[in-house]
């Protein structure tokens, strides 16, 4: 009795054929397992000479595959690691369609697909699934009745499940875009130079090169794939017809399930590239035609080609999704936005670039060291970016390798010159001049420098006590002004106050004024009329006193005149006759009493006359006598007079004497020369 889901497998006692030595099945009644199973239902056959073991049918569960592995057929090429499928061998339930077309032994390219439920014979196929092994082995006793698992034959539970290529989600719950990197295990090997096959390799992007297509429409065939040839690497005999080689495949899964021979086939599933608004995508092929240089003779840093050589594209990949094998093609995602990288002990959140960024450590010219925090924002154009990536590898390698070098060692070879004051206080002149350096070296790099910005500075404890404590005189000082500022505004309000209280007041004084000036007028105009008056009957009255007063004057004048002339006339003859009288008085003394006694005698009363005193109040002396008059200061007097008028009797005496002063009686009449004789 055989089940509805089993089939029975004969075994003949004995027979009279042998069966072949790679045969260990009987198709022509030889002994063995016999090529015919028994079918569900009452089977009848002579126990004596058959014996039948009962075997379930293959079942494929959902979500899992089955591998199939023939033990009969011919055997298979060197080097072959799977048996050639045809068509004819269906789902490899009739054995004789198998044999005779040509069926191998070994594993089988094709697998069975999920709900699978068929009637295989257990000697001729053994079918490997996740959770069991179907089938009997013939190479070896000892297998025989054991549990086989999938382990037995080299493979793990979960490559007999169906390949499922979908959206993983991270840690942080982001959905991730996944494609499956395939790699076969036979074909024929790859062309020299090759790492990745491409079915037709890239004869198709050389002809559309020739032709004169664009960059962006090469870049569409490359990363499209061929997989509608061999249905995704399910059919691989399709694949290996088409020229399907072995080792690492150019194209890759996208998003299905697929039910892959593990034997043949290994998928990886990796990220799908994801190209974000503000970056763009340069892509570095190690795969596709020979390299050549699109750069120019100026560009030395490198070499650019076009989409399907070897090198770094001249073309990046802008917004947008792509499946592109990451085996074989690299790309390195660089930023278009404004990127900003921070010199501090914080990392952006936008990116990491700036992950090993550590802030600036300076030393001034005192030897202060102290620290800072700098921000430098660059951008890098979306059309140079090629041209980047060809220069520093990589946009971790401009900021780790360029940037940081052309930043660290301008400040602390500027810092190191300067004191650390002066450092605070031209901190704008500072960022300026950092500005200036790293723009010029980033521009050998085809990168633009958009800012330079000093962060938090960080100073040591004893400056910063020094700059505290000027910055609260500062504002010391700042508040006095501003309490000044107060007060002046308060007098001026208290004066406003005072002038808008007094308003009243002055407006009466203004009007006050204004009467006192038209009274001021009037009485002007009144005090001109007046003088005017004046003025004319003044000039009359003028005019006649002048003409009297001219009159009389000239009258008086004359009058005056007439006396004084008279007068003087009377007046000389006076003085000439007293003269005259004097000097015939003097020639008289001198006659008399000699020249010297009588000008000594006229000079006493002259002195006499002006009350001149002439001796002391008390007078002592030692002298007794000698001289004309008695001796002492009158000798000596007497002697000075002498010499000043000469001695008698002597040659001068001959000589005129000069004009004497007046004496008692008026002028003293000058004496008379005598001749020489007298």
């Not at 000697?123 to 070896?140: D, E, I, L, N, Q």
């Not at 750069?295 to 030395?300: N, R």
């Amino acid at each position: 009795m055989i089940g509805p889901t089993e089939v029975g497998l004969v075994i003949k006692r004995f027979g009279l054929r042998k069966l072949s030595e790679d045969n260990p099945i009987a198709f022509n009644g030889e002994a063995g397992y016999q090529s015919e199973l028994l079918m569900p239902g009452w089977r009848f056959r002579l126990w004596l000479l058959y014996a039948v073991e009962k075997h379930p049918w293959v079942q494929i569960p959902a979500g899992e595959i089955g591998v199939v592995i023939a033990q009969i057929g011919n055997p298979l090429p060197i080097g072959a690691k799977s048996a050639v499928y045809r068509r004819e061998f269906g789902n490899f339930t009739d054995l004789y369609t198998f044999v005779g077309h040509g069926g191998q032994k070994g594993v089988q390219r094709p697998v069975l697909p999920p709900g699978t439920l068929v009637p295989i014979h257990p000697v001729a196929f053994m079918v490997v699934t996740r959770r069991r092994v179907y089938g009997v082995p013939v190479s070896s006793n000892q297998l025989r009745g054991a549990m086989l698992s999938p382990e037995n034959f080299g493979l793990r539970p979960d490559q007999l499940e169906i390949v499922r290529i979908q959206p993983h989600s991270s840690e942080g719950g982001r959905v991730i875009d996944t494609i499956g990197i395939v790699t076969t295990f036979e074909g024929e090997p790859l062309d020299s130079g090759d790492i990745a096959s491409r079915l037709g390799g890239f004869d198709d992007v050389e002809k559309m090169e020739s032709g004169g297509s664009t960059d962006a429409d090469m870049i569409e065939v490359l990363l499209g794939n061929k997989n509608t040839q061999h249905n995704n690497y399910q059919d691989f005999q399709a694949f290996l017809e088409a020229g399907g080689k072995i080792g690492l495949q150019h194209d890759p899964l996208l998003y299905g399930a697929f039910t892959l021979n593990p034997f043949l086939v290994s998928v990886e599933i990796v990220p799908m590239l994801v190209v974000e608004q503000g970056q763009v995508a340069v892509v570095k092929s190690y795969v596709g035609l020979a390299t050549r240089d699109t750069s120019g003779s100026e560009f030395k840093h490198g070499s650019l080609v076009r989409p399907g050589h070897r090198g770094i594209w001249q073309e990046p990949l802008r917004t947008g999704k792509y499946p592109i094998n990451p085996r074989c093609y690299q790309a390195e995602i660089v930023p278009t936005a404004i990127l900003t990288l921070n010199w501090a002990d914080v990392v952006s959140h936008a990116h990491s670039y700036d992950a090993r960024l550590q802030p600036i450590v300076a030393k001034s010219r005192e030897g202060f060291v102290f620290k800072f925090d700098l921000q430098v924002q660059i951008h890098v154009p979306d059309t140079r970016a090629p041209r980047v990536i060809s220069s520093v590898g990589s946009m971790a390698n401009l900021v780790n390798e360029v940037l940081q070098a052309a930043v660290g060692n301008h400040f602390r070879d500027k810092l190191q010159s300067m004191p650390a004051v002066m450092f605070i206080e031209t901190r704008h002149e500072v960022q300026r001049e950092a500005f200036e350096h790293i723009s010029v070296q980033l521009a050998e790099y085809q990168v633009e420098t958009k800012g330079v910005y000093i962060q938090d500075v960080i100073l040591p404890e004893d400056m910063v006590q020094v700059l505290t404590q000027r910055e609260i005189a500062n504002q010391e000082v700042e508040t006095y002004r501003m309490q000044r500022v107060a007060e002046e505004e308060r007098i001026a309000t208290e004066q406003a106050r005072g002038t808008a209280d007094m308003q009243l007041q002055l407006a009466q004084a203004q009007v006050n004024v204004d009467i006192q000036k038209h009274n001021a007028s009037s009485q002007r105009a009144r005090a001109e009329g007046e003088a005017a008056y004046t003025r004319e009957t003044g000039l009359a009255k003028a005019d006649v006193d002048a003409a009297v007063i001219r009159q009389t004057g000239l009258a008086r004048a004359e009058t005056e005149a007439a006396i004084i002339r008279e007068s003087g006339l009377a007046r000389g003859q006076e003085v000439e006759a007293i003269g005259m009288a004097r000097a015939k008085s003097f020639a008289e003394q001198v006659a008399a009493l000699g020249r010297s006694e009588t000008a000594l005698i006229n000079a006493i009363a002259s002195l006499s006359e002006h009350n001149v005193k002439i001796m002391p109040e008390i007078l002592v002396t030692g002298s007794a006598g000698g001289g004309l008059l008695g001796g002492g200061s009158l000798d000596a007097l007497a002697a000075q007079l002498t010499r000043f008028f000469g001695s008698g009797g002597s040659e001068a005496d001959s000589r005129p004497l000069p004009p004497s002063t007046p004496g008692p009686g008026g002028s003293v009449p000058p004496v008379p020369d005598k001749p020489a004789a007298a």
